[in-house]
């Protein structure tokens, strides 16, 4: 994928009924130099809990360059800063309000859309697959299987009922998601899977200093993963 000059505007995603004193959530959309040509590939990408996320701004702003559509958001509770997430209904409706953005403009949609997140966002995104939403496939980045520190009760069930490929970055040392634990939850998947483990990264992909990598070989290791299965779940 070659590199562009991309623009990256502000759009706001229209809330059902007002929630947190909010009327809409303001998304950040990523569009390619010339866009649309080539393969007018789009990937979504919801934060988690956090409202300011550097690694997917930073995932956001080089899919663009490589000429991807891209559209990056958070949920209302976390614009609004509150630390009780949405009930499902809430995310899974501002996930597919979000998707619609895509198609705003016929002439430019998107081919290929690709949907996912990190952390809250990758398990919302995983409950979205199984709704009436076009999407090539589905990409995980820290999926929260479980409870941190107990894979006793994994939150799977979602999992199972996806019938889109599907792409697992785990951080080597995720405390939510026990790798063991996701290999016999991914034995039971019908659907194609990927699972790409980062070394010695932990729930947000951070790695301790003494791994020798940086917050930039990590997101380079992430981009590079994703960009290949992207390819591959095309064919191409």
């Known amino acids: 994928m ?6 990256f505007e502000q759009v706001e995603i ?15 959309l990523g569009i390619p130099e010339w866009w649309p040509t080539g393969a007018r590939v789009s990937v979504v990408l919801a934060h988690g809990t956090q409202l300011d996320d550097p690694q997917l701004e ?18 209302p509770f976390v614009v609004a800063g509150k630390k009780k997430a949405d009930p499902m209904s809430v995310l899974e409706r501002t996930y597919i309000d979000a998707l619609s953005i895509l198609s705003r403009d016929p002439t430019a949609a998107p081919a290929h859309v690709f949907i996912g997140g990190k952390n809250l966002g990758a398990y919302t995104a995983a409950h979205v697959a199984t709704r009436r939403v076009r ?31 599907m792409l697992f970055i785990q951080g080597e040392k995720d405390r939510h998601c026990d790798l063991a634990t996701l290999k016999q939850t991914l034995a039971r998947i019908g659907a194609p899977w990927n699972l790409h483990r980062v070394p010695e990264a932990d729930h947000s992909f951070r ?11 990590v ?7 994703l960009e290949a299965w992207i390819r591959q779940t095309l064919g191409e």
């Open 219 to 225: 997101e380079a290791e992430m981009l590079a993963t």
């Open 14 to 28: 229209p809330l059902p009924e007002p929630l947190h004193g909010l009327e809409s959530v303001t998304a950040t």
């Open 2 to 7: 070659a590199e562009g000059e991309p623009r």
């Open 135 to 165: 999407a090539e496939g589905v990409f995980f980045l820290g999926y929260p299987l479980h409870k941190q520190d107990d894979p006793s009760d994994p939150r799977a069930d979602r999992l199972y009922r996806i019938i889109n490929p």
């Open 58 to 75: 930073s995932l956001q702003h080089k899919l663009t360059a490589r000429k991807v559509l891209t559209l990056r958001f958070a949920f």
């Open 207 to 217: 790695v301790p200093k003494k791994s020798g990598r940086s917050a930039e070989d």
